[in-house]
């Protein structure tokens, strides 16, 4: 019950639903790319695979973001930009294993 009344009460909800919808339209560019590689083999496969691990590493890294954003604080937040870059490619480089 406390998930649902922080959701509500210490979040923008129009950034919870751009989020949700990252996350749903990233879910299933994701899956796209991984049938469009089962049906390739070699070099080609390959590209795919990488795609595939770019699309969704973003995508889950984009939805985070976006849920972070629509957090609500009274304190000052700041984002390094290098750290944040860094988690990006930490979450490409996740996916991609």
Do not use: D, K
């Not at 991984?34 to 390959?46: D, I, M, N, P, Y």
């Not at 995508?59 to 985070?64: A, E, G, I, L, M």
């Not at 609500?72 to 490409?92: D, H, K, Q, R, Y």
Request: net charge neutral.
């Amino acid at each position: 019950m406390r998930v649902i009344s922080c959701i509500t009460t210490e979040h923008n909800l129009w950034l919870v639903l751009l989020a949700a919808f990252v996350c749903i339209s990233g879910g299933w560019i994701t899956l796209n790319l991984l049938r469009r590689s089962e049906t390739t083999l070699g070099l080609q496969r390959g590209g795919w695979l990488f795609l595939t691990s770019v699309a969704a590493g973003s995508s889950v890294w984009c939805t985070h973001f976006i849920a972070m954003l629509a957090y609500e604080t009274e304190a000052a937040i700041t984002f390094g930009p290098i750290l944040t870059m860094v988690s990006l490619l930490v979450a490409v480089t996740g996916w991609a294993f």
